[in-house]
Nanobody, 122 residues
């Protein structure tokens, strides 16, 4: 069982930046693809970014060029640096982990955190 915990959300003005962190328990963190997802009020949860075991990254078109996902295996942590934030980025952001033997990000994400609120004011 892997426990995933997000942190770093908050309130920021449009154009500002936030960095989200996600810590995962266990000694096999490097065997997991990690992803960030978000859900705005009244909307379905959507993919934001993901990073594979070897740190290959993929992004939703809506955040490409503004958000950066990274991981530090020694700390069992994945980050989401969010720059040039827009009001439409307002959502609860979730971190998820998916164990895989392959170097890809489109895997079943079996472990999810509780989410952290990001609010961008105009």
């Amino acid at each position: 069982q892997v426990q995933v915990v997000e942190s770093g959300g908050g309130l920021v003005q449009a154009g500002g930046s936030l960095r989200l962190s996600c810590s995962a328990s266990g000694r096999t963190f490097r065997e997991y693809a990690m992803g960030w997802f978000r859900q705005a009020p009244g909307e379905d949860r959507e993919f934001v970014a993901a990073i594979t075991r070897t740190a290959y990254t993929t992004y939703a078109d809506s955040v490409k060029g503004r958000f950066t996902i990274s991981r530090t295996n020694a700390k069992n942590t994945v980050y989401l640096q969010m720059n040039s934030l827009k009001p439409e980025d307002t959502a609860v952001y979730y971190c998820a982990a998916g164990r895989t033997t392959e170097d890809r990000a489109n895997v079943p994400y079996d472990y999810w955190g509780q989410g952290t609120q990001v609010t961008v004011s105009s």
